[in-house]
């Protein structure tokens, strides 16, 4: 079982930078792969950056393009822990952005099937 604590969410303004943090700990080895989610209200969770953990492609990112150019994902695996830069925020980022780990293939590495831990979720709130 892996056990993920995000923080770092809060109030923004537009265009304003916020940083968020995803530690994980427990059985860490048994995910090769951890993301970042966000959801709204009456949506779907949606995919917002992943990060190859180990194997093959090690330290390889993946982003959609709403936000590729703006977030920027990195790690340190010394501390089991991930990190998501996001810069210029718009409103449409406003979310509950949720930290995930697991095994997914590369059919399943934007989509929640792929994951199989989930953090509790930090709230973003980007507003004037």
């Known amino acids: 079982q892996v056990h993920l604590v995000e923080s770092g969410g809060g109030s923004v303004q537009p265009g304003d930078s916020l940083k968020l943090s995803c530690a994980a700990s427990?059985?860490?080895?048994?995910?090769?792969?951890m993301a970042w989610f966000r959801q709204t209200p009456g949506k779907e969770r949606e995919f917002v950056a992943a990060?190859?953990?180990?194997?093959?492609?090690?330290?390889?990112?993946y982003y959609p393009d709403s936000v590729r150019g703006r977030f920027s994902l990195s790690r340190d695996k010394a501390i089991n822990t991930i990190y998501l830069q996001m810069n210029s925020l718009k409103p449409e980022d406003t979310a509950v952005y949720y930290c995930?780990?697991?095994?997914?293939?590369?059919?399943?590495?934007?989509?929640?099937?792929?994951?199989?831990?989930w953090g509790q979720g930090t709230q973003v709130t980007v507003s004037s």
């Open positions: 990060i190859r953990w180990s194997g093959g492609s090690t330290g390889n990112t």
């Open positions: 995930a780990a697991g095994r997914p293939i590369t059919s399943t590495r934007r989509n929640m099937k792929g994951y199989h831990s």
């Open positions: 427990g059985s860490t080895t048994t995910f090769h792969a």
